[in-house]
């Protein structure tokens, strides 16, 4: 079964930093575009960022709610693709999702279990 596992969330200060890591098992995620999510308490999902199977600088999304302050990369060696989260704010506290499409544009297929993130003021 192909799954998806988010790690690295915690309790941070506000303006601190958190590097989350999604780790695929079962498959490689060398051939998927992997999306970034977050769901806060009594709120939407939100998509926060994409990155192209190649890791294609061309072809990153960020939503206009962290651009400048996240950042994704991945490492397909390592099966993982990351989320770097620097000048977090108390409005970033959400349950943060990693998931992966078949292509660029196209519909999620598999998703992770979430890590929760919450930032302190």
């Known amino acids: 079964q192909m799954q998806l596992v988010e790690s690295g969330g915690g309790l941070v200060l506000a303006g601190g930093s958190l590097r989350l890591s999604c780790v695929a098992s079962?498959?490689?995620?060398?051939?998927?575009?992997i999306g970034w999510f977050r769901q806060g308490p009594g709120e939407e999902r939100e998509e926060l960022s994409c990155?192209?199977?190649?890791?294609?600088?061309?072809?990153?999304y960020y939503a206009d709610s962290v651009k400048g302050r996240f950042t994704v990369s991945r490492d397909n060696d390592k099966n993982t693709v990351f989320l770097e989260m620097n000048s977090l704010k108390p409005e970033d506290t959400a349950v943060y999702y990693c998931?992966?499409?078949?292509?660029?544009?196209?519909?999620?297929?598999?998703w992770g279990q979430g890590t929760q993130v919450t930032v302190s003021s």
């Open positions: 998931a992966a499409a078949s292509a660029w544009g196209t519909s999620y297929d598999y």
């Open positions: 079962s498959f490689s995620m060398e051939h998927y575009a």
């Open positions: 990155i192209d199977d190649n890791g294609n600088d061309a072809s990153v």
